[in-house]
């Protein structure tokens, strides 16, 4: 059974850190690249961060770029997502899911989901 877990997430002051994790396991690993989206609520689901299966390479959207790090273990199965400087607007559910080819922003043709983790930024 494939499984996506994510966790990490919780309440934070504005300009704190959260660090999300997305345990994989069922599949072979390095076999899939790892987006991050989040949901906020009455929007639609939106791509953030990427990690690529083959070189490890990052993508960012304008959202969250020069603020938030992906970044993954392969020994451990696991995608970290490191928030710093977080902000009112990141309030959002969390979503990991894996994809058996190139980084995307959009939802369709992802293989596997996570069940999504909540991410409160507080002012």
């Known amino acids: 059974e494939v499984q996506l877990v994510e966790s990490g997430g919780g309440l934070v002051q504005a300009g704190g850190s959260l660090r999300l994790s997305c345990e994989v396991s069922?599949?072979?690993?390095?076999?899939?690249?790892i987006t991050w989206f989040r949901q906020a609520p009455g929007k639609e689901r939106e791509g953030i961060s990427c990690i690529s299966r083959m070189d490890g390479s990052k993508y960012y959207a304008d959202s969250v770029r020069g603020r938030f790090t992906v970044s993954r273990d392969n020994a451990k199965n696991t995608v970290y997502l490191q928030m710093n400087s977080l902000k009112l607007e990141d309030t959002a559910v969390y979503y990991c899911a894996a994809i058996s080819s190139l980084c995307k922003w959009y939802v369709e043709g992802y293989d596997y989901w996570g069940q999504g983790t909540q991410v409160t930024v507080s002012s």
């Open positions: 069922g599949v072979t690993f390095d076999d899939y690249a």
